[in-house]
């Protein structure tokens, strides 16, 4: 914070100063996930000696071997090793899991169907299951606590 003389002809000094705020990116993101332990690996191998032509260091410039050996390797990669591509939610709780996710959107179709028509036994379903998102939730963040306390 500092304090500077006043400008021009005006009677007030003008007070500055710094903010430093952090900034948290809570936005979803996707993440690939490899199971090594469960690769074939000598089909990867024959599969990159098949594949690295000479053609692919051939080239004048060093950033295009690169990027088409990356691009090899990546593909036989992704064919010989199991992989899947997850969805990483910051904002959410670290029990939410995809049972979770599951039986709240059960229960809001549910909600959905039920709001409009007011039915008895649209709304004895919808109870049923928000009870059902209810102890998977209470489940899933128990089992959650249990292993942090292992």
Not at 49 to 63: A, L, S, V
Request: with cysteine.
């Amino acid at each position: 914070m500092s304090v500077t003389p006043p400008i021009a002809n005006l009677d007030h000094c003008v007070i500055a100063c710094s903010l430093a705020f952090d900034f948290i990116n809570n936005k979803n993101y996707s993440r690939k996930i490899w199971d090594y332990e469960k690769g074939i690996y000598e089909g990867l191998n024959a599969t990159l000696h098949n594949n690295m032509d000479t053609d692919i260091f051939n080239e004048p410039n060093i950033d295009v071997i690169v990027e088409k050996f990356n691009t090899v390797l990546f593909q036989c990669a992704s064919y010989f090793i199991p992989n899947r591509t997850i969805t990483i939610r910051p904002q959410d709780k670290p029990y939410i899991t995809r049972e979770c996710r599951r039986a709240d959107r059960i229960r809001n179709r549910w909600h959905k169907t039920f709001q409009p028509t007011r039915n008895p036994f649209h709304y004895e379903i919808f109870r049923e299951r928000r009870r059902d998102a209810k102890f998977i939730r209470q489940a899933t963040k128990i089992e959650y606590h249990n292993k942090l306390n292992v």
